[in-house]
């Protein structure tokens, strides 16, 4: 069974050009996480899907950012305009359900670096 | 809010046990996760307490303190392969879904 699989592995862009990180969770997995790990510090949620529907998306920093998933299925992230505290390790992360023992699968990231 | 302490590194011989601490705070209490993260890779799932005590899995254990608002990851007989990442994490909320990830603990395991 193929795991949670993230595109690109790494992306380095200029300020205030856009990116679109791509997230293939576990298929039937409903549940679809996005975190970002800035250098050194705690990994932070960013938000959840069930299926299509947006779950939560507290932890979205401000509007530069958008998250999609179309279908339920795979999930993209676009930043745009980026900026340089955009760069960090970001996250995708998949479960069967939602439940607070769920272990969650996690892809190993897109390391976004802005110049 | 909540918050989740742990060490920021920790040094160990193989062969050796050590003890990575996790001291949290939170508004509600649903349980303590561990999470393993190699260099480049993916965090991967190692343990989960929701109630107190010791949870053995192998090499790896995993205590909670609920009382104590504490937990801890012992890894036993270190191996030069458990150089990694540490991360304690708690749920959010009773709905499961978001994590709340401590800083990372980076383990060195040296010959």
């Known amino acids: 069974e193929a795991g949670v699989t993230q595109f690109p592995s790494h992306s380095v862009i200029e300020k205030g050009q856009t990116v679109t990180l791509r997230c293939d969770p576990i298929?039937?997995?409903?549940?679809l996480y996005w975190y970002r790990r800035v250098m050194g510090k705690e990994i932070k949620f960013l938000l959840h899907?069930?299926?299509?529907?947006?779950?939560?998306e507290s932890g979205m920093p401000n509007n530069r950012f958008l998250a999609e998933r179309t279908g339920g299925t795979y999930s993209t992230l676009k930043v745009q305009p980026a900026e340089l505290e955009d760069s960090g390790v970001y996250f995708c992360?998949?479960?069967?359900?939602?439940?607070?023992?769920?272990?969650?699968?996690f892809g190993q990231g897109t390391r976004l670096t802005v110049v | 809010g909540q918050s989740l302490e742990q060490p920021s590194e920790v040094t160990a011989v193989e062969g050796a046990i050590v003890q990575i601490n996790c001291t949290y705070q939170?508004?509600?209490?649903?349980?303590l996760s561990w999470y393993q993260q190699h260099d480049g890779g993916a965090p991967t799932f190692l343990s989960y307490?929701?109630?107190?005590g010791l949870e053995e899995t192998g090499r790896f254990s995993s205590f909670l303190s609920r009382s104590d608002s504490y937990g801890y990851l012992l890894l036993q007989e270190l191996q030069m392969k458990d150089s990694a990442s540490y991360f304690c994490?708690?749920?959010?909320?009773?709905?499961?879904?978001?994590?709340?990830f401590g800083q990372g603990t980076e383990l060195s395991v040296k010959p």
């Open positions: 994490a708690v749920p959010f909320n009773n709905q499961g879904g978001k994590l709340i």
């Open positions: 939170t508004s509600g209490f649903y349980g």
């Open positions: 899907f069930v299926k299509e529907s947006k779950q939560d």
């Open positions: 992360a998949s479960s069967q359900d939602g439940a607070q023992n769920t272990e969650a699968f």
């Open positions: 298929s039937g997995h409903d549940n």
């Open positions: 307490n929701a109630l107190d």
